[in-house]
C-alpha cells in the first residue's frame, strides 16, 4: 500500500471513527458517555497511530526479511504506548473506571485493528521476489 493510500484510509478511518462519540455527545449529552478529555485522548492515538505506521512501514521497506519483525514490534510497542498513557490519563483525571475501560478500549482496538491491516497489505509473498 503506498503512503498516499494510506493517508486516504487514515483521513477515512479518522472521520468513521469520530462519528459514534459525536453521535452520543450531541445526542445524548446527559449521559456523558465519553471521559473528559475524550478528543484530547483520541488524537493522541490518531498521532500515535499514523508515527508507528509510518515507521514500521518504512522498516518494511527497507528488507522484505524484517516485514514480519516490523509488524510485531510495531503492535507491541503501540500497546506499550497506549498503557503509559493510559497509566498517565488515570493518574491525571479522575473517571469512572467502567467508562474509562470503554472508551480507552474503543481507541485502543479500532486503531490497532487498522494499524496491522494496513501493515499487513505491505507484506509480500516473499517467493515471488
Known amino acids: 500500500?503506498?503512503?498516499?493510500?494510506?493517508?486516504?484510509?487514515?483521513?477515512?478511518?479518522?472521520?468513521?471513527?469520530?462519528?459514534?462519540?459525536?453521535?452520543?455527545?450531541?445526542?445524548?449529552?446527559?449521559?456523558?458517555?465519553l471521559i473528559p478529555k475524550f478528543w484530547a485522548l483520541f488524537w493522541i492515538f490518531e498521532i500515535l497511530?499514523?508515527?508507528?505506521?509510518?515507521?514500521?512501514s518504512w522498516r518494511m521497506r527497507i528488507s522484505d526479511k524484517a516485514s514480519g519483525q516490523a509488524l510485531l514490534g510495531s503492535v507491541t510497542?503501540?500497546?506499550?504506548?497506549?498503557?503509559?498513557i493510559a497509566f498517565v490519563y488515570i493518574n491525571a483525571n479522575p473517571v469512572d473506571p467502567f467508562k474509562f475501560i470503554i472508551n480507552?478500549?474503543?481507541?485502543?482496538f479500532f486503531h490497532t485493528v487498522f494499524e496491522i491491516y494496513c501493515l499487513l497489505c505491505n507484506l509480500r509473498n516473499q517467493k515471488f521476489k
Open 1 to 33: 500500500m503506498s503512503i498516499s493510500r494510506f493517508f486516504v484510509y487514515f483521513i477515512l478511518f479518522t472521520i468513521f471513527l469520530a462519528i459514534a462519540p459525536l453521535v452520543f455527545q450531541f445526542l445524548y449529552p446527559e449521559m456523558k458517555f
Open 49 to 56: 497511530t499514523l508515527s508507528i505506521y509510518l515507521v514500521a
Open 77 to 84: 510497542i503501540k500497546l506499550l504506548f497506549c498503557m503509559i
Open 104 to 108: 480507552f478500549f474503543y481507541l485502543y
